[in-house]
Nanobody, 125 residues
């Protein structure tokens, strides 16, 4: 079992930066791929970025490429999402997700079995 707790959300202005953190705890964190998803009001939860256990594989949604960067520190059992040049359309609840590492990096909601409670990010124009 893996428990996930997100932090770092808040209210910012367009163009600002935020860094989200997701701290993992539980029996084991080893060999888990991690991802960030987001859900805006009235919309489906969508993949934002993912990273393999080793960190060698990363993936970012087209909407955030060049602005967001996912990273992880396995010694701290933490995954990060650095968000730069934020836009009002980035406003959403951001969720951390985890599942056992695979040879590829999953991007679907159903590919992840462990989820955090979410952290709100609001970007004003």
């Amino acid at each position: 079992q893996v428990q996930l707790v997100e932090s770092g959300g808040g209210l910012v202005q367009a163009g600002d930066s935020l860094r989200l953190s997701c701290a993992a705890s539980g029996r084991t964190f080893n060999n888990y791929a991690m991802a960030w998803f987001r859900q805006a009001p009235g919309k489906l939860r969508k993949f934002v970025a993912g990273i393999s256990w080793s960190g060698r594989l990363t993936s970012h949604a087209d909407s955030v490429k060049g602005r967001f960067i996912i990273s992880r520190d396995n010694a701290k059992k933490t995954v990060y999402l650095q968000m730069n040049s934020l836009k009002p359309e980035d406003t959403a609840v951001y969720y951390c997700a985890a599942d056992r590492d695979k040879p590829y990096l999953p991007v679907g909601r159903n590919d992840y079995n462990y989820w955090g409670q979410g952290t709100q990010v609001t970007v004003s124009s």
